[in-house]
């Protein structure tokens, strides 16, 4: 990462794992605890009511970045804890793909 990139990192984090009915149901509170158990400085952890994207949950939410994970499982937590939310680099392999549309050509 360059000096830039380090710059745009914001001070404050929140990371919002949903705990609603169906995301529950696909593993999010062990998904809450997942990201629990790897504390980073200045990133908050909270669980939230439902977020509209049942259907492809578990789903993480990164705040003031919005950037949207979708079908989190607790084994995708490390990777999203070092590259996303230390090194500033979402993961693309999880990005919801109807908020983070990708094209290809
Ligand atoms: S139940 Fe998690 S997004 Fe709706």
């Given at each position: 990462?360059?000096?830039n990139?380090?710059?745009?990192?914001?001070?404050?984090?929140?990371?919002?794992?949903?705990?609603?009915?169906?995301?529950?149901?696909?593993?999010?509170?062990?998904?809450?605890?997942?990201?629990?158990?790897?504390?980073?400085?200045?990133?908050?952890?909270?669980g939230?009511?439902?977020?509209?994207?049942?259907?492809?949950?578990?789903?993480?939410?990164?705040?003031?970045?919005?950037?949207?994970?979708?079908?989190?499982?607790?084994?995708?937590?490390?990777?999203?804890?070092?590259?996303?939310?230390?090194?500033?680099?979402?993961?693309?392999?999880?990005?919801?793909?109807?908020?983070?549309?990708?094209?290809?050509?």
């Amino acid at each position: 990462m360059d000096s830039n990139q380090q710059q745009q990192q914001p001070q404050y984090r929140c990371v919002i794992v949903c705990q609603h009915s169906s995301c529950l149901r696909n593993g999010s509170a062990e998904v809450l605890q997942a990201f629990r158990d790897y504390p980073v400085p200045n990133v908050i952890i909270e669980g939230s009511g439902c977020m509209g994207q049942c259907s492809s949950g578990p789903t993480v939410r990164v705040i003031p970045d919005e950037i949207w994970y979708c079908r989190i499982k607790p084994h995708d937590v490390s990777l999203i804890v070092k590259q996303h939310l230390i090194g500033g680099q979402p993961v693309e392999a999880k990005l919801h793909p109807r908020i983070h549309p990708r094209f290809y050509f």
